[in-house]
Antibody
Framework: QVQLVESGGGLVKPGGSLRLSCATS????????MSWIRQAPGKGLDWVSY????????YDADSVKGRFTISRDNAKNLLYLQMNSLRAEDTAIYYC????????????WGQGTLVTVSS | DIVMTQSPDSLAVSLGERATINCKSS????????????LAWYQQKPGQPPKLLLY???TRASGVPDRFGGSGSGTDFTLTISSLQAEDVAVYYC??????????FGQGTKLEIK
């Protein structure tokens, strides 16, 4: 069955860095577009970054542009989010999610990994 | 960016009764090329990730009970639960995938049992 498992979250100080990973299985990873979506504690869903199936096209939310970088390794079925210059407002559960194309819904989500930015 | 606005923010409905959640987009998400509305609904239960319920505004995702229905076109959409069950307690989100990212979600509607 389809599985997406995030890892790499934790407590980091403002200005610090983290790299999140999303390990996938149960589907042909290279056929799917992937995104990171976050949810601050008690808040709604906030799309963060997108990467095309081959990795050639990426988009980022304005709030993370220049600080976060999405990437993927199709040979290892892994999705990444490199997060630099972290701020308190980046504190959230980060979910990876897949879609079949740019103009498609998110049909499977991971369980999420919590990132806490605090001194 | 397309702004998605849901109403109400919270809702309490008796078991077996109908629940209705609305979603409005700041511009049309109906694509003229295929006459489809690029609008999805998700359900998020406490402590769980969101789950896709409906896409193309009214198509149920695999395994979703038929008491969940979606309607609307253009800028105004509705999620209806025809007969509320206890397991439907959750927060519901609409999301547009009409435009190239940013994808945008509504703020969520919390559904509880009356």
């Amino acid at each position: 069955q389809v599985q997406l498992v995030e890892s790499g979250g934790g407590l980091v100080k403002p200005g610090g860095s983290l790299r999140l990973s999303c390990a996938t299985s149960g589907f042909t990873f290279s056929d799917y577009y992937m995104s990171w979506i976050r949810q601050a504690p008690g808040k709604g869903l906030d799309w963060v970054s997108y990467i095309s199936s081959g990795g050639s096209t990426t988009y980022d939310a304005d709030s993370v542009k220049g600080r976060f970088t999405i990437s993927r390794d199709n040979a290892k079925n892994l999705l990444y989010l490199q997060m630099n210059s972290l701020r308190a407002e980046d504190t959230a559960i980060y979910y990876c999610a897949r879609s079949t194309g740019t103009y498609s819904p998110f049909d499977s989500w991971g369980q999420g990994t919590l990132v806490t930015v605090s001194s | 960016d397309i702004v998605m606005t849901q109403s109400p923010d919270s809702l309490a409905v008796s078991l077996g009764e109908r629940a209705t959640i609305n979603c409005k987009s700041s511009r049309s998400v109906l694509h003229s090329s295929d006459n489809k509305n690029y609008l999805a609904w998700y359900q998020q239960k406490p402590g769980q990730p969101p789950k896709l319920l409906l896409y193309w505004a009214s198509t149920r995702a695999s395994g979703v009970p038929d008491r969940f229905g979606g309607s609307g076109s253009g800028t105004d959409f509705t999620l209806t639960i025809s007969s509320l069950q206890a397991e439907d307690v959750a927060v519901y989100y609409c999301q547009q995938y009409f435009s190239t990212p940013p994808y945008t979600f509504g703020q969520g509607t919390k559904l509880e049992i009356k």
